[in-house]
């Protein structure tokens, strides 16, 4: 067979013949030697999601430089879009049975196999069932919570591990500052890798692409939650407990219904708080760990992150105890006194009707007594008076009264 050349006596691939390129054949042999699926617009391969386009790009560049000279910018990116065409496939099944980890896939029935397949999520940590015990992970913890939240925290990591929000729950960890507990985010990166976004849950109320941004990740970690209330709680509780496919939309594309199992992590000083929302649904949705003080006398170790990091195989055996102990309670958490009382805490401080319909001398709760809602809320406003608290307004108070009516058996 006579070898097809260039005018540089360079032989020329069979998707090239000197002036045209052959573009569907060109994106065949690509996937040939790069295996990929596109979903969405998202390309996977057996290590998970590809975040980087730009890796593709490079690759895709130096493939076809040696034979074009001109344009080839604009022709990066038109093979990028047909390889989407080409690579195009359904939705990859989410697998709550399995977490697909460097090394192989682990069953959470406890079977190991080196085998990989495609998959949404791919961790960079390995599955070393004979790892060490993590002591620097556990001391630090020692340091930052009371033992009773411990497994709390355990649970809730083991949770991030599984595209699933069962558990319907978000965690804080609530804090003065400086104690450490952002360290926990830096552990969690080297157990999740890309997997894990980091950014602000406000954002996720007002920006309406941020939902988008979340599709594929694990978790959402917001390092420096803002003390303003939430102008709105509909999308985080949504996401919190979604089970059905959701509207996403990005920049410059048409909305589509896609899944997300995101969770979220919040740092701060104090518990994330609604300007409009009243409702216990809205509070419950949150797990509340206080830390400890720091200690005077403690002397911070600058390399402790890196350090915790370097036991990331140990952790990850001690995230899967979290993890089965939350299964094996049907996703509920282990919730300590201090933790249910942090939760109590911040439902009367978002709704102090709450506290008012307990308070004394200003109302009774008899079956043989009545009053308007109009004298009740004259009532509400001198105790919030009294008690220098800003009333809710008389329509918000009306609604709190009708929907837990039962609860006081009004």
């Given at each position: 067979m006579q070898e097809n050349r260039n005018s540089n006596n360079l032989i020329l691939p069979d998707w090239f013949d000197g002036k045209h390129l052959n573009e569907v054949l060109f994106c065949q042999r690509f996937l040939e030697q790069n295996p990929m699926k596109s979903i969405n617009g998202t390309f996977f391969n057996v290590e998970g999601r590809i975040r980087d386009e730009n890796q593709l790009k490079k690759k895709i560049y130096d493939w076809i430089k040696p034979y074009l000279t001109t344009g080839i910018s604009k022709r990066v990116t038109n093979l990028l879009d047909v390889m989407r065409v080409e690579s195009y496939s359904p939705e990859l099944p989410i697998h709550r049975d399995?977490?697909?980890?460097?090394?192989?896939?682990?069953?959470?029935?406890?079977?190991?196999?080196?085998?990989?397949?495609?998959?949404?999520?791919?961790?960079?940590?390995?599955?070393?069932?004979?790892?060490?015990?993590?002591?620097?992970?556990?001391?630090?913890?020692?340091?930052?919570?009371?033992?009773?939240?411990?497994?709390?925290?355990?649970?809730?990591?083991?949770?991030?591990?599984?595209?699933?929000?069962?558990?319907?729950?978000?965690?804080?960890?609530?804090?003065?500052?400086?104690e450490g507990k952002s360290r926990i985010g830096l552990v969690l990166r080297a157990l999740l890798g890309g997997n894990m976004a980091t950014g602000n849950l406000a954002k996720i109320e007002t920006n309406k692409f941020a939902r988008a941004d979340l599709e594929h990740e694990l978790l959402m970690v917001?390092?420096?939650?803002?003390?303003?209330?939430?102008?709105?709680?509909?999308?985080?509780?949504?996401?919190?407990?979604?089970?059905?496919?959701?509207?996403?939309?990005?920049?410059?594309?048409?909305?589509?219904?896609?899944?997300?199992?995101?969770?979220?992590?919040?740092?701060?000083?104090?518990?994330?708080?609604?300007?409009?929302?009243?409702?216990?649904?809205?509070?419950?949705?949150?797990?509340i760990l206080t830390v400890k003080k720091k200690s005077p006398c403690r002397r911070d170790d600058p390399d402790i992150a890196e350090k915790m990091c370097a036991e990331a195989d140990g952790i990850f055996l001690w995230c899967l105890e979290g993890l089965h102990r939350l299964m094996e309670n049907q996703y509920h958490f282990t919730i300590s006194q201090r933790?249910?009382?942090?939760?109590?805490?911040?439902?009367?401080?978002?709704?102090?009707?709450?506290?008012?319909?307990?308070?004394?001398?200003?109302?009774?709760?008899k079956p043989d007594c009545e009053a308007s809602s109009k004298e009740l809320y004259g009532v509400y406003k001198l105790w919030c008076d009294d008690n220098a608290l800003h009333p809710l307004s008389a329509k918000s108070f009306s609604s709190y009264l009708i929907e837990n009516a039962d609860y006081y058996n009004l």
């Amino acid at each position: 067979m006579q070898e097809n050349r260039n005018s540089n006596n360079l032989i020329l691939p069979d998707w090239f013949d000197g002036k045209h390129l052959n573009e569907v054949l060109f994106c065949q042999r690509f996937l040939e030697q790069n295996p990929m699926k596109s979903i969405n617009g998202t390309f996977f391969n057996v290590e998970g999601r590809i975040r980087d386009e730009n890796q593709l790009k490079k690759k895709i560049y130096d493939w076809i430089k040696p034979y074009l000279t001109t344009g080839i910018s604009k022709r990066v990116t038109n093979l990028l879009d047909v390889m989407r065409v080409e690579s195009y496939s359904p939705e990859l099944p989410i697998h709550r049975d399995r977490l697909h980890v460097a090394n192989g896939t682990f069953f959470l029935d406890g079977t190991f196999t080196s085998d990989k397949d495609y998959c949404r999520n791919r961790l960079p940590v390995a599955y070393c069932p004979s790892a060490q015990q993590p002591e620097t992970w556990l001391y630090f913890l020692s340091q930052l919570l009371e033992p009773e939240d411990i497994p709390t925290l355990q649970e809730f990591m083991g949770y991030c591990l599984i595209p699933s929000t069962k558990a319907q729950k978000m965690l804080m960890l609530i804090g003065r500052g400086g104690e450490g507990k952002s360290r926990i985010g830096l552990v969690l990166r080297a157990l999740l890798g890309g997997n894990m976004a980091t950014g602000n849950l406000a954002k996720i109320e007002t920006n309406k692409f941020a939902r988008a941004d979340l599709e594929h990740e694990l978790l959402m970690v917001d390092d420096d939650m803002k003390l303003e209330a939430l102008p709105q709680t509909n999308i985080i509780k949504a996401i919190i407990t979604a089970e059905l496919l959701m509207d996403l939309e990005k920049k410059g594309h048409q909305s589509y219904q896609g899944d997300l199992y995101v969770r979220f992590l919040g740092f701060g000083n104090g518990s994330l708080k609604a300007l409009y929302d009243r409702s216990e649904r809205f509070f419950r949705r949150q797990i509340i760990l206080t830390v400890k003080k720091k200690s005077p006398c403690r002397r911070d170790d600058p390399d402790i992150a890196e350090k915790m990091c370097a036991e990331a195989d140990g952790i990850f055996l001690w995230c899967l105890e979290g993890l089965h102990r939350l299964m094996e309670n049907q996703y509920h958490f282990t919730i300590s006194q201090r933790a249910q009382e942090n939760m109590d805490t911040a439902v009367s401080d978002g709704n102090n009707m709450v506290d008012f319909m307990v308070s004394e001398g200003y109302i009774r709760l008899k079956p043989d007594c009545e009053a308007s809602s109009k004298e009740l809320y004259g009532v509400y406003k001198l105790w919030c008076d009294d008690n220098a608290l800003h009333p809710l307004s008389a329509k918000s108070f009306s609604s709190y009264l009708i929907e837990n009516a039962d609860y006081y058996n009004l």
